[in-house]
Nanobody, 124 residues
Framework: QVQLVESGGGLVQAGGSLRLSCAAS????????MGWFRQVPGKEREFVAA????????VYADSVKGRFTISRDNAKNTVYLQMNSLKPEDTAGYYC?????????????????WGQGTQVTVSS
């Protein structure tokens, strides 16, 4: 069992930055691939970024490439999402997820555990 708790969301102006954190419980965190997704009410959950268990491989959605960076610290059981050059269209609830397979994927169905989310609002 893995429990995930996101933090770091908030209100920021367009062009600004935020860093999201996702703290995981459980000894096997380092074996999980981790992903970030986002969702706006009334819309489907959207893939943002994912990272392999070792941190050696990352995958990004085209909409955030060059602006967002996913990273992890297995010693701290934490995964991060650094978000720069934020745009109003980045406004959403952001969720982290853990995939026991260990390989980064954009497919939400492959993730076994999900956090409760943290809200990011970007004003224009």
């Amino acid at each position: 069992q893995v429990q995930l708790v996101e933090s770091g969301g908030g209100l920021v102006q367009a062009g600004g930055s935020l860093r999201l954190s996702c703290a995981a419980s459980g000894r096997t965190f380092s074996s999980y691939a981790m992903g970030w997704f986002r969702q706006v009410p009334g819309k489907e959950r959207e893939f943002v970024a994912a990272i392999s268990w070792s941190g050696g491989r990352t995958v990004y959605a085209d909409s955030v490439k060059g602006r967002f960076t996913i990273s992890r610290d297995n010693a701290k059981n934490t995964v991060y999402l650094q978000m720069n050059s934020l745009k109003p269209e980045d406004t959403a609830g952001y969720y982290c997820a853990a995939d026991s397979f260990g390989s980064p994927t954009a497919r939400a169905i492959q993730y076994d555990y999900w956090g409760q989310g943290t809200q990011v609002t970007v004003s224009s």
